[in-house]
């Protein structure tokens, strides 16, 4: 069975940091694309940044040079270093995890952690 658990969401005022972790088990990590997606009510999920499993990254042009996603294939976890945060950055974040098995691509999503900018 394959689980994303996400942790380090929590409240946090303007111009501070977070950092959040997504420990995913029932996959192999390595071969695995990793995203962080964010999601107001209402409205889309929108994709804040990804790693591919080959390392190369990506991210939203509203978070670049703020967040730094990083992964560590011992520890099959993916991580999402914030900096500078901001009131507008305040979502649920969702991991997600997506890459080939059998011959058919698979997804996979967390269950979210709530990230609050306020003063």
């Known amino acids: 069975q394959v689980q994303l658990v996400e942790s380090g969401g929590g409240l946090v005022q303007p111009g501070g940091s977070l950092r959040l972790s997504c420990a995913a088990s029932?996959?192999?990590?390595?071969?695995?694309?990793m995203d962080w997606y964010r999601q107001l009510p209402g409205k889309p999920r929108e994709l804040v940044a990804g790693i591919a499993s080959g390392a190369y990254t990506n991210y939203a042009d509203s978070v670049k040079d703020r967040f730094t996603i990083s992964r560590d294939n011992a520890k099959n976890t993916v991580y999402l270093q914030m900096n500078n945060l901001k009131p507008e950055d305040t979502a649920v974040y969702y991991c997600?995890?997506?890459?080939?098995?059998?011959?058919?691509?698979?997804?996979?999503w967390g269950q979210g952690t709530q990230v609050t900018v306020s003063s």
């Open positions: 997600h995890a997506g890459g080939f098995s059998g011959g058919s691509y698979r997804d996979y």
């Open positions: 029932g996959i192999i990590f390595n071969r695995y694309g």
